[in-house]
C-alpha cells in the first residue's frame, strides 16, 4: 500500500527544545517537500529536495533543518531558532517525472509549543 | 512576483445549490495548475491538474477548468459530503515548486 506517512501525529515541544518531524514516502518519489500552514493561510515551503543529498530552502527556512541521506526520507527538524514553530506541518512527494509536478501530501504533523 | 489568490475564502451553499470557486494567478511560465481538497486536521488530497488554457477535468461533482489567467472549480448538486477546504496551486517553469492560494472553505448544509 503505497504512500506517505508523517509521524507523530501530534507533537508537544517545550521553548528552547528541537524536535524532529519524520516523513517517509514508499512511492519511489524523486522529489521531497515540507510546508508549514497556518490557520487562513496557505501552504508555505520550508525546504524541498530534488535528489537525494541535495536540498534546498523554500520561502521560510529560518529556523528549520533537513536531511536526505535516502530517497524514502526527508526528515524536519524545528530548531530553538523557529520564534512561532506551532503549527500544522505537511510532507509532501513528487515524481518529477517527465516534467509532472504533481505533489502528494502526508497526513501531517501538528506541532505545539507550550 | 508569482501569486495564486482564491475567492471567496469561505461560501456557504445549501445542498443542491451549484456554485463555482474562483482561483487567479500571476504565475512566470506555467506549467501546471493543481485543485486540492482538505479536510480538517488531514492533509490535501489530490484533485486535479491542468496543463493549459481551455483544459476541462470532471470528477464526480466536480468540474476544473483553466484560462490563461483564472481556473474554476465548479460543484455541480453538491453534497454535504463535500464541505472542506479547497486548495489551488500554481507551478512555474522549472522550479518543481508549488505556490499555494489561501484556500476557500465550503460548507454544505442538508
Known amino acids: 500500500d503505497g504512500g506517505i506517512t508523517q509521524s507523530p501525529k501530534y507533537l508537544f515541544r517545550k521553548e528552547g527544545q528541537n524536535v524532529t518531524l519524520s516523513c517517509e514516502q514508499n512511492l519511489n518519489h524523486d522529489a521531497m517537500y515540507w510546508y508549514r500552514q497556518d490557520p487562513g493561510q496557505g501552504l508555505r515551503l520550508i525546504y524541498y529536495?530534488?535528489?537525494?543529498?541535495?536540498?534546498q530552502k523554500g520561502d521560510i527556512a529560518e529556523g528549520y533543518s533537513v536531511s536526505r541521506e535516502k530517497k524514502e526520507s526527508f526528515p524536519l527538524t524545528v530548531t530553538s531558532a523557529q520564534k512561532n514553530p506551532t503549527a500544522f506541518y505537511l510532507c509532501a512527494s513528487s515524481p518529477r517525472d517527465r516534467g509532472v509536478d504533481t505533489q502528494y501530501f502526508g497526513p501531517g504533523t501538528r506541532l505545539t509549543v507550550l | 512576483e508569482d501569486q495564486v489568490t482564491q475567492s471567496p475564502e469561505a461560501l456557504r451553499l445549501q445542498e443542491g445549490e451549484s456554485s463555482s470557486l474562483n482561483c487567479s494567478y500571476t504565475?512566470?511560465?506555467?506549467?501546471?495548475l493543481f485543485w486540492y481538497r482538505q479536510d480538517p486536521g488531514k492533509g490535501p488530497e489530490f484533485l486535479f491538474t491542468l496543463y493549459s488554457a481551455g483544459e476541462e477535468k470532471e470528477k464526480e461533482r466536480l468540474k476544473a477548468t483553466l484560462t490563461k489567467k483564472e481556473s474554476f472549480l465548479h460543484i455541480t448538486a453538491p453534497k454535504p459530503e463535500d464541505s472542506a477546504t479547497y486548495l489551488c496551486a500554481a507551478s512555474p517553469s522549472n522550479t518543481g515548486k508549488l505556490i499555494f492560494g489561501q484556500g476557500t472553505t465550503l460548507q454544505v448544509k442538508p
Open positions: 504565475v512566470s511560465g506555467l506549467r501546471g
Open positions: 529536495s530534488q535528489i537525494v543529498n541535495d536540498f
